[in-house]
């Protein structure tokens, strides 16, 4: 950015100081990517004068808005934008296009586009891969970073060791080589094995700044073993530097010897060798390329090459260029009508180009910008823009206005006047120079009728524009008429025109004579003034114009036309003008007609050449006198150098030339004018020239292959051709150049270009240039081509047999003199031994030389280099002679790595013979099969031939200086032991085989799924499942038991897709229940037997479960009312996966809601909708909807309640009349049992008995009253009244009550105007009783109740409130007849009220009948009822840690359910209420019941564990689930050192579960948390990873506690540890001092013998997995003395029969005696551990410990003392693991039979110390051992050597304990 504006300042500097020209000075760059967590700063600064305003726009050219937080333009012209997060990215902000835009009067420029990339900031890591390197070779490391972020990474510096290698830029003779565009690759040249050494880089992120450093990787350097051609490493496949960078292309290959480096380049087809130059140069491996030029872009060849051949790589190099864009001329000041050019030039490549005028596009995609007849729109800054890809510049140019003609910029309208008000006229124009106005009046000037009333004005304003104001005083009718306002200057002329009209008569002024150019449009005014104005007319000789059908018309605005004029034209013509009122005025008008200069044309002869003399005339052939010339040449005037004579008269003028030149070729053009007009004719004269020399040709020579290029340039009119002729023969016999021969071309220029050279290009070549002017030119040339000394190839392979003749040829070619030499190995041949002679033959050609080696020998093997050399260049021929002969066998042949079917088998390769090996013979065989008689001879053994290019090299982890071969070999059988040999085989002939190596294969999944797999539905939602166990033989090893997976068949929720997993431990379990299934479901149910690998194939099958009750009730239960009576139901099925079958129908719940005694009605239905009838009027009633199967009835839906319409109401259900006096009655009712709807009033009806008329009153409704009465006033005495009341709903009026009679009395005995009847009250309410009185005189009330009871009045209970008996709280004793009776003098009367208490149902009993994994079966009795009907039951059930209950409903004649689909083996609590109209009832008692099973059983260590190095592998398969099936595991492990846990969550899978990345040889803390629905089941457990050579580590002396409270009390046994480990050491000491001599692991005291046990037996108590010995082996030679053990093998601790070893160290030893087992005999051999040279990082799937490689040490009734073993208390076992490394020269590790004993074992180590891992060394002090030890089977000695064989198998599976 700096630089950019430091060129823009020299610009502005350069530019005049008055030009102030706008300028970018800071730039937006063409592409900018900045990462979301830094934000971005873009700066935009432009010159110019004024200054200009900066701003931003979008790519559509919209000004960039701001977005808070995201995106600003700054006032300072920065755009700013801000950091944001994944959430807040917006492509039109983050990923959009922006540019700069700077504007000011001098015009508007842009910036190029910049595209804008935000790149979210991803977490990314460097490191380095690192190849192996072979001595005195290179080795290659490279820094990689992930592909994300690549982009913007660079490599900043290398390590070595923690320290800084040298600089990046170090010359290419250093060893260390940083090579890539990126610097990313780091060669290591002249490798050492001292180079083993760790490297690491630094990268840093280029947007971010953020820098790290990778972990070190380690280089290995090895010294080779044999030969190998040259395998590229890696090569600068595609590499891109900026033009006029630096740029170091990589070639790096391994090879042995180490290869020789060669770079050619890609060039005309050929590849052309690079030599040093001062900017490229080759140092071996690197090509070093300063100050990169476009031309070095393209294909670099790289060859590596020794004696065994050569390979080639391409690296094809990329020349970024940087456009740079300019305009020429960046400023031009153009006069207006003239015509400028603008031309743009482009840097850096091919480029589009458009262009923009002040940010406006222009033009097209031509570099050549032409602006015709300049105008002032014109002017501004024009932008030249060229973009390639997504790089693009920019280049501006101003075009300022020079003389331009004026323009005007505001003028005046027509418009209408009354006289009397001033009036301004106004005018603006611009030009250069500035124009002057001028006034006219009806093409008057206003000067000449100027009076007081008119006055001119003129100024320049602000903007430099020209006003003029033409003012009016005070408007008269005369002023009127057509007013011109008219600007000129030196560049032209403008006009406006229009008419100002002024009320008043119509008047014509007088003007002079006018006249007109013939040939010209003329339109002539009537210079009239007045308002309004009616007709116009022109009239010429008395007649109208537009009558006379002549030239002249008049036009629509009475305007007199005459297009065009012509001279008859001339003449008087009379304007007359009347107005509307019939005024009118006239005058006459004389008009001439002028005509304009004509001109004859003219031409130059054509045919003039330099020296000539010639005239030209240009005459007129009409127009009126005077006429004037002149003369113009390319449109200016005929400059007076040119010597041209100019001479005119009065009707032609002469041109006279009088001696022609080229100068004056050109345009020239004659102007003639009077005063009518000026016209003008141009004619081209064209001097023709001879050619003349612009390049002359010179002799030039070439070397052979290279590009002849012989420049030939001239010059002339008109343009030579330029042709090449070669010389034949002698040489006078020139011919043309054939433009066939594709090497020859003629270019453009005229230069002749020949590629490639070659010998028959040379001789004479003439260039002949020629234009038909002279005699032409031409000249001779020699052309010469030499040959340097060069090889037709580079390199040959040769190869011979051992003591046969070679022969090595060489032939060189080029020009003599050819200097040869021949050199071996890089030392000049010995020709003084008699077996070694060379010969050399000449010729024209070249020289031929033959190296002759009489008797070949294997030394003299290697590169023969025969170097040619001569004036011109040299080369050499390298040839590779390969001296061959048979291979030696195969070297340490060892088993690396095995798995159940293969294993993969390392060897060092021997000497090839100096031939390539072409493949490897490998010879297998079965070992201790006792089914195979033959297994032990190699005889019959079957052969596999292994290709060389299938067997992989690998450094040998042991060496830095060799390299393993490795060969994985397939189709063996798991648990099988097998011996191994392996020859190699070249194209001479077959080596020896190699020592055979015995291979046990490893366990695997069994092979095949259970048999005769059966699923049958035993109960809805169960399923039984049984099998078979799969045949023995495919268990390949110990079969555990079985998994059995299940899941719903085409589920379509996540739910649905679940599976569960259930295992069955034990290989003979035959069957499984499944339970808590859905019914009728379609279930896919898996089977796989699984051992201590993992699970086999599966058998599979579908089975549906049984039919059951539907699981859910039906969805959106809905209803409406459709009458009075009838409601409409309708509902839509419950899910398809919970209907439980096939549904047959529904069932229809419903009651009514308010009702005491409702009962539950039910509907049946066949389909989703049914009507319910006959129902109650304008009732509340509660439906509900159950599906039903054939197996039962689904739970009920949630209520739904729905209203009958209202109905008119039925009659009242009682009714009184009871006189009260001599006027009056009261009636009382009670309201209509069938109320139909809310009734609003009562109408009490009456009238005299025996009459119609009748009157009425109305009483209103009250919703908490049952009984009215009322009051009847105005009645006669002794008169009969007739009484009747109706009640009345929205819908009408009811029924009429029945008719009650009465008559008013004034002695009215006391009577109840109520009702006794049954009342209904809820316990624990407020109730009231009425009664009613009347009489005359009013009555007294009493009150009683039937049972024997304290006085109403004397209970608190109880309140006599006036004519009511309130009850405040009612409850059971409540429950009574109530008597009321009323007296007055004239009689008495009393009524009875049963009142009746409602409760709710007293609590039920609950019980538990029988129960399941997944139901429980609860049964009850029917509870009382409470005095009203049971509506129903509601079940509640939840799991005993659970707040929520789950509600379950029930119908009333309910006594028993089954709570379906509940959790295995989970503690359930359940209770019941029974429910009425009044409420529910209390909750049962909650029972506290379980489903059948229980949490899941932790597995034994031994069935659970194993692990290597770095992994452990856990088999969750074996832990027990307990008859629930088991969701998930959770994992945690750490090592003692910890304090933190590494967890991780496992789904019961059908394979194991692998944790790796743990720490080599450490102890670790395992817990196993295993969730079932039964809970979780916690598993302690502790092992330790391997070493890198793949053995076991000691035992620590503590283990840390196994839970958390252990953990919390660790703090508090420190001190206690300390004093523990104190005496832990000196007991060691004690112990170390003892056993100094040699320490065997049975070799301990009777008093450790029991400590030891102790802690054994301690650690066995506490699941201690332990996976080493209690001694770790530190040499070698104990290493080889510990073997792997039989899987099956007993052991006795103590006190086992001696025999002849017994002695008094008898105590220590113990005995190991292995028992059979009915297996298959692949399965009877236990596996050996992996051979010594293991790698430290294997893949995780292959494990050193499994259950075929542990012994288990337990208690042996006949030859053990269990009295001090506390084992017996925790009843478990210790596996162990015994590390086995075998020794150099072992021949075989066969497996023993079932049988062997070792008792011997530590005599035998005792009595020959040396013997172990020594072919043919008998063992001592073993007689009685062999005495008793079985006599083998297998592998029989025929000879010595098998012999020897047998001995060392014996001793190598002899067990120490």
Request: aromatic share 6%.
């Amino acid at each position: 950015m700096f630089g950019n504006m430091l060129a823009a300042l020299l610009l502005l500097a350069a530019v005049s100081p008055s030009s102030c020209q706008l300028l970018f000075l800071m730039e937006p760059p063409p592409r900018l990517s900045f990462s979301n967590s830094t934000g971005a700063r873009v700066s935009c600064a432009a010159h110019g004068t004024p200054a200009p305003v900066i701003s931003w726009l979008t790519e559509d050219g919209a000004p960039v808005s701001d977005v808070p937080g995201l995106r600003s333009a700054l006032q300072n012209g920065t755009l700013w934008l801000g950091t944001f997060s994944a959430a807040q990215y917006r492509s039109d902000v983050h990923a959009a296009v922006y540019r700069c835009r700077a504007a000011s009067t001098a015009g508007t420029i842009l910036s190029r586009d910049m595209r804008l990339e935000a790149v979210m900031d991803v977490p990314w890591e460097v490191r380095v891969q690192s190849s192996h390197g072979v001595a005195g070779g290179a080795a290659l490391l490279t820094c990689t970073v992930p592909a994300t972020v690549r982009h913007h990474i660079t490599v900043t510096r290398w390590f070595k060791d923690g320290g800084v290698l040298a600089p990046l830029a170090a010359e290419a003779g250093g060893r260390y080589i940083v090579g890539g565009s990126r610097s990313d690759i780091l060669v290591v040249r002249d490798a050492r094995p001292d180079d083993a050494s760790t490297y690491s880089c630094e990268a840093q992120h280029a947007l971010t700044g953020e820098k790290r450093r990778s972990p070190p990787a380690i280089v290995t350097v090895s010294h080779a073993t044999s030969s190998m051609a040259p395998r590229m490493l890696t090569v600068s496949e595609d590499e891109m530097v900026p033009q006029g960078g630096d740029i170091r292309l990589v070639c790096c290959a391994i090879g042995s010897p180490p290869p020789t480096y060669s770079w050619f380049r890609h060039s005309n087809g050929r590849l052309s060798p690079v030599s040093n130059s001062i900017r490229i140069s080759v140092s071996e491996q690197v090509l070093i390329i300063r100050r990169a030029q476009l031309s070095d872009g393209g294909v670099w060849t790289c060859r590596a090459h020794n004696q065994f051949g050569e390979q080639r790589r391409d690296a094809r190099l990329r020349v970024r260029s940087r456009l740079v864009v300019s305009v020429h001329p960046q400023l031009q000041v153009a006069n207006s009508g003239s015509s400028v050019t603008f031309n743009c030039s482009v840097d850096g490549g091919d480029a589009r180009v458009r262009w923009l005028h002040d940010g406006v596009p222009v033009g097209g995609g031509e570099r050549v910008l032409r602006v015709h007849g300049v105008v002032r729109a014109h002017r501004g800054m024009y932008q030249c823009i060229a973009e390639r890809d997504l790089d693009s510049a920019q280049a501006a140019a101003e075009l300022r206005l020079g003389d331009t003609a004026p323009e005007l910029h505001y003028t005046f309208i027509e418009q209408a006047l009354h006289p009397g008000p001033a009036l301004a006229l106004h005018c603006a124009a611009s030009g250069s120079p500035p124009p002057r106005f001028t006034w006219l009046l009806d093409g008057q000037p206003v000067e000449e009728h100027n009076t007081p009333q008119r006055s001119i004005t003129q100024f320049m304003n602000s903007n430099s524009d020209i006003v003029s104001y033409l003012n009016l005083t005070s408007v008269r009718p005369e002023d009127g008429g057509r007013y011109t306002c008219r600007a000129h200057n030196s560049r032209g002329a403008v006009e406006h025109s229009t008419r100002l009209n002024v009320y008043g008569p119509p008047s014509i002024r007088s003007i002079g004579q006018i006249r007109v150019v013939a040939g010209v449009n003329t339109t002539i005014y009537c210079p009239y003034s007045g308002f309004p104005i009616s007709e116009i007319r022109w009239q010429r000789g008395g007649m109208d114009l537009s009558s006379t059908g002549g030239r002249a018309l008049s036009g629509v605005g009475g305007e007199l036309l005459l297009w065009p004029a012509e001279p008859a034209d001339a003449g008087v013509y009379s304007c007359r003008v009347s107005s509307p009122s019939g005024q009118y005025a006239q005058k006459d008008v004389q008009i001439f007609v002028r005509n304009p200069p004509k001109i004859a044309g003219f031409n130059f002869p054509t045919d003039l050449v330099e020296g000539s003399s010639i005239q030209v005339l240009c005459g007129i052939t009409s127009g009126d006198k005077p006429v004037y010339f002149s003369w113009l040449k390319d449109g200016q005037h005929i400059p007076s150098t040119l010597q041209v004579q100019e001479k005119s008269l009065d009707e032609f003028s002469f041109l006279i030339f009088s001696h022609v030149t080229s100068k004056h070729s050109g345009e020239y053009t004659c102007v003639a004018s009077n005063s009518a007009a000026e016209v003008n004719h141009t004619a081209r004269l064209a001097v023709k020239v001879a050619p003349s020399w612009v390049y002359e040709p010179q002799d030039i020579s070439a070397l052979l292959g290279t590009q002849i290029l012989v420049h030939c340039g001239t010059k002339g009119y008109p343009e030579p051709r330029v042709s090449w002729l070669k010389g034949h023969g002698s040489g006078v016999d020139f011919r043309p150049v054939s433009n066939l021969d594709l090497q020859f071309s003629v270019l453009p220029n005229g230069s002749l270009s020949i590629a490639p050279a070659a010998h028959h290009h040379e001789g004479q070549y003439m260039c002949r240039a020629d234009n038909g002017i002279g005699r032409g030119l031409s000249k001779i040339i020699a052309v010469s081509v030499n040959e340097p000394a060069h090889f037709e190839f580079s390199s040959r392979n040769m190869s011979v047999k051992r003591t046969a003749q070679a022969t090595l040829q060489c032939d060189a070619r080029g020009d003599a003199p050819i200097q040869l030499q021949w050199t071996h190995n890089m030392k000049r041949v010995d020709l003084t031994t008699y077996r070694v002679s060379v010969s050399e033959k000449r010729s024209e050609s070249g020289v031929s030389s033959q190296l002759s080696i009489a008797h070949a020998e294997r030394h003299d093997s290697g590169v023969y280099r025969c170097r040619a050399e001569n004036a011109y260049g040299r080369d050499e021929l390298l040839i590779y002679l390969a001296v061959q002969e048979f291979p030696e066998a195969p070297v340490g042949l060892h088993v690396s790595r095995r798995s159940g079917r293969g294993a993969t088998i390392s060897w060092r390769k021997g000497y090839d013979g100096n031939a390539r090996v072409l493949l490897y013979r490998l010879q297998y065989r079965v070992v201790g099969d006792a089914r195979r008689p033959d297994a032990g001879d190699w005889a019959d053994a079957p052969t596999r031939d292994v290709p060389a290019d299938r067997v992989s090299e690998r450094p040998d982890p042991d060496s830095n200086t060799e390299i393993n071969l490795e060969y994985r070999v397939e189709g063996l059988r798991p648990a099988t032991a097998y011996a191994l040999r392996l020859s190699a085989v070249n194209a001479i002939g077959d080596s020896d085989y190699s020592d055979p190596v015995i291979v046990q294969t490893l366990e695997e999944a069994p092979s095949e799924p259970p048999h005769n797999v059966q699923v049958q539905a035993t109960a809805p939602g169960e399923l039984l499942v049984k099998w078979q166990a799969p045949p023995q033989e495919s268990w390949n090893g110990e079969l555990l038991g079985y998994v059995i997976t299940w899941g719903e068949r085409g589920g379509v929720s996540a739910r649905d897709n679940r599976t569960w997993t259930l295992t069955a431990a034990g290989w003979g379990v035959a069957r499984a229940q499944l339970v808590a299934l859905r019914t009728n479901t379609v279930y896919s149910v898996t089977v796989n037997a699984f051992n201590a690998v993992g699970a086999g194939p599966a058998a599979t099958l579908t089975a549906t479960t049984l039919e059951g009750a539907p699981e859910a009730p039906p969805e959106r239960v809905r209803c409406e009312p459709l009458s009075a009576q009838s409601i409409r139901v309708w509902w839509e099925p419950p899910a398809l996966n919970q209907r439980g079958g096939v549904l047959l129908g529904y069932e229809v719940l419903y009651e009514t809601v308010d009702e005491l005694e409702s009962q539950v009605e039910t509907r049946r239905s066949g389909g989703m909708e049914t009507i319910l009838q006959a129902l109650q009027r304008a009732v509340n009633y509660s439906i509900a909807v159950r599906a039903r199967t054939a197996a039962g009835t689904g739970p009920a839906s949630e209520p739904v309640y729905c209203i009958t319409h209202e109905d008119i109401p039925g009659a009242p259900m009682d009714i009184k009349a009871v006189a009260n006096s001599e006027d009056t009655v009261i009636v009382s009712w009670l309201s209509p049992l069938q109320k139909n709807g809310k009734i609003k009033h009562y109408t009490v009806y009456n009238r005299p008995q025996r009459t119609g008329q009748h009157s009425q009153m109305m009483v209103v409704h009250k919703d908490d009253e049952d009984e009215y009465q009322i009051e009847v006033r105005g009645l006669q005495e002794h008169q009969v009244y007739e009484f009747w009341v109706t009640a009345a709903t929205a819908s009408g009026e009811g029924e009429m009550s029945a008719i009650v009679a009465r008559k008013p009395s004034g002695r009215a005995p006391a009577k109840i105007t109520s009702f006794g009847r049954r009342l209904e009250a809820r316990a624990g309410t407020r109730s009231r009783v009425r009664c009613g009185a009347a009489g005359s005189p009013p009555p007294a009330r009493a009150w009683s109740r039937r049972r024997p009871a304290p006085p109403l009045l004397h209970d608190a209970n109880y309140i006599i409130d006036g004519q009511y008996l309130v009850i405040l709280n009612v409850d059971r004793n409540s429950a009574d007849n109530y008597t009321c009776t009323v007296r007055n003098p004239w009689g008495e009367e009393r009524s009875t009220w049963e009142v009746r208490v409602l409760a709710v149902p007293s609590r039920p009993v609950l019980r538990l009948a029988s129960s399941a994994p997944a139901r429980l079966h609860l049964v009850w009795e029917k509870p009382a009822t409470g005095g009203s009907n049971l509506h129903g039951y509601i079940v509640e059930h939840a799991r005993s840690e659970d707040s929520k209950w789950h509600v379950t409903r029930l119908a009333s004649d309910a006594r028993a359910h089954t709570l379906e689909r509940l959790l295995c083996g989970t503690l359930y609590r359940v209770r019941l209420a029974a429910y009425n109209a009044v409420g529910p009832s209390p909750y049962s008692d909650e029972l506290l019941v379980s489903t059948q099973g229980g949490p899941s059983k932790a597995s034994s260590e031994k069935d659970l564990i194993s692990s290597n190095s770095s992994c452990v592998r856990l088999n969750l398969l074996t832990w027990d689930s307990n008859g629930c099936p088991l969701t998930q595991f959770v994992v945690s492990v750490r090592s003692f050192d910890e304090s933190s846990w590494v967890t991780q969550t496992v789904s019961p899978a059908a394979q194991p579960t692998v944790i790796c990345g743990l720490t080599v040889a450490t102890w670790y803390h395992l817990k196993v948390v295993a969730t079932s629905a039964a809970g979780t089941t916690l598993g302690n457990y502790y092992f330790s990873t391997l070493t890198e050579g793949g053995d076991r580590i000691p035992a620590p002396a503590h283990f840390p506690p196994g839970g958390e409270e252990g953990e919390e009390r660790a703090t508090a046994v420190l001190a206690a540890a300390a004093c523990g480990l104190l005496a832990a050491l000196l007991l060691l000491a004690a112990l170390a001092y003892k056993r100094r001599k040699g320490y065997e692991q049975g070799d301990i005291s009777e008093e450790e013998d029991k400590s030891v046990e102790k802690r054994d037996n301690r650690r066995n108590c506490q699941q201690v997995y332990t996976s080493s010995p209690i001694k770790h082996p530190v040499t070698k030679k104990e290493q080889q003395e510990m073997y792997e053990i039989s899987p099956y093998a007993t052991f006795s601790m103590s006190g086992g029969a001696g025999g002849a070893a017994a002695g008094d160290e008898a105590a220590g030893v113990g005995t190991l005696r292995t028992f059979g087992r009915a297996e298959p005999p692949p399965l009877q051999a236990a596996p050996p551990r992996l051979h010594a040279h293991h790698h430290a990082h294997e893949a995780a799937d292959e494990y050193t410990l499994s259950r075929a490689m542990t012994l288990m040490v337990r208690r042996s009734e006949s030859d053990s003392d269990s009295s001090g073993s506390p084992c017996a208390e925790c009843n478990s076992s210790v596996s162990y693991r015994m590390p086995v490394t075998p020794g150099k020269e072992e021949v075989f590790r066969a497996v023993t039979d079932s049988s062997a004993e070792s008792a011997d074992a530590r005599s035998v180590r005792r009595g020959a110390p040396g013997s172990v891992g020594t072919v043919g060394t008998s063992s001592t002090g073993t007689g009685g051992d062999k005495a008793r030890r079985r006599p083998r089977r297998h592998h029989t000695p025929t000879s010595s050597r098998y012999q020897q064989r047998q001995e060392q198998e014996r001793r190598d599976f002899t067990i120490h304990v």
